[in-house]
């Protein structure tokens, strides 16, 4: 995988997507997928790359320069007694409950036989996070595929709650349910996007979005199996 065009075209096999879905994915134009693809341009800039690599579920790292997983999770040990605190932090899993009401506040029960993840606690200071603020929890359902699958354990920031950054992913309660979303604004209207084609956008009016929508946090790592 020494090359770019190697990198993509094993990155689309894997996501089991073709050059148009990922132009569309990542909003990058189909000219620059084909070249990239092709052979035709060797590089990718850094704000593209951070899309395409979104967009696959890939490491940013791998694609544009080979080195280290395709697929990179920062979860890198389970529970031990000897994890020096002084480097690594431990974060539960979760489950989720919600009251009465619309529009109702979460509870978290931590799940008790499920071992915490291990994370470098410079992951959280590079990116700014209070790692107290985080959860994890496990993801149902193939609506965010190929970036999220079925089972596997998303990460989330429970602090980002309240300012929407567009595009991003988060943990959500809608209609009753815990989902996970890509969220995408307007200036009238929030869209509730599923990154699997087969789901259909769900578009909520500002003042629907505030009444109808819990936002747990915004989702930033995910891991799980192959």
Not at 28 to 50: D, L
């Amino acid at each position: 995988m020494d090359t770019l065009q190697n990198r993509l075209n094993a990155a689309l096999e894997q996501a089991k997507m073709n050059k148009k879905d990922l132009a569309d994915k990542a909003q990058v134009s189909k000219g620059a997928v084909s070249h990239w693809c092709n052979g035709r341009s060797k590089t990718i800039k850094t704000e593209q790359a951070q899309k395409v690599a979104e967009a696959l579920g890939i490491s940013y790292d791998w694609l544009t320069t080979g080195k280290g997983p395709m697929v990179n999770s920062n979860v890198i040990a389970i529970s031990t007694n000897d994890i020096p605190s002084s480097e690594f932090v431990q974060i539960s899993e979760y489950h989720v409950e919600f009251g009465a009401g619309a529009c109702p506040e979460p509870t978290y029960d931590e799940i008790s036989d499920t071992l915490p993840a291990t994370y470098r606690k410079d992951y959280f200071t590079n990116k700014g996070i209070d790692p107290s603020n985080c959860k994890r929890f496990r993801v149902k359902g193939d609506s965010m595929q190929p970036l999220i699958n079925d089972g596997d354990r998303i990460l989330v920031d429970c602090s980002q709650r309240y300012n929407i950054d567009d595009n991003a992913v988060y943990a959500i309660f809608y209609d009753h349910t815990l989902r996970v979303k890509r969220l995408r604004k307007t200036l009238k209207s929030l869209i509730i996007h599923s990154d699997n084609p087969s789901y259909s956008d769900e578009e909520l009016t500002l003042e629907e979005a505030k009444q109808l929508i819990v936002i747990l946090g915004k989702v930033i790592e995910r891991s799980g199996s192959v």
